[in-house]
């Protein structure tokens, strides 16, 4: 009886893992490294249309059934670079610093250099022209002279 047990307490502790990352590899897989040693190699497991490549970390290792042969390593865990958040508050985030808050008061934030390539781009509500950066209210392109009328920018 002690043994079996012995058995379902080791498989209980072995349903998560927290692990050290150890290297990326070109095809997607990640190296991690048990805090009990066992070197595990496996891409991360992302929900759909999220993706990261942290480059220092741990993550959580799931292990099914508490059986290292039936492992998903979850994404890393690095909280370089992380903004301040208020309750309700939202973020994707770099460690070198830039970021994408959204507030719970409704209020995006964007930190770092930001480029938009293709597609459009429209806005309503009301603007507070600061006479820097792209769409700053001037009423003509300072490049080609065309007026600035509306609310949409197309091209790249």
């Not at 973020?91 to 994408?100: N, R, V």
């Not at 409704?106 to 480029?115: M, R, S």
Request: glycine residues 14%; positive net charge.
């Amino acid at each position: 009886m002690s043994n079996l047990l012995h058995q379902l307490s080791a498989k209980v502790r072995n349903i998560f893992s927290i692990a050290n990352f150890q290297k990326r590899y070109d095809d997607g897989r990640i190296q991690v490294q048990t805090l009990s040693g066992r070197v595990l190699e496996q891409k991360e497991a992302f929900p759909y249309g999220f993706i990261s490549k942290a480059k220092t970390g741990k993550s959580l290792v799931f292990c099914q059934g508490g059986d290292f042969n039936g492992f998903v390593i979850l994404p890393l865990i690095n909280y370089e670079g992380r903004p301040k958040l208020n309750e309700g508050d939202v973020a994707l985030y770099t460690a070198s610093g830039g970021w994408i808050v959204c507030r719970d008061n409704g209020e995006i934030e964007l930190v770092g250099d930001v480029k938009a390539t293709g597609g459009s781009f429209e806005c309503s509500g009301t603007a507070n022209p600061s006479g820097k950066g792209c769409l700053c209210a001037k009423p003509f392109c300072s490049w080609d002279g065309s007026p600035h009328t509306g609310t949409k920018a197309e091209g790249t």
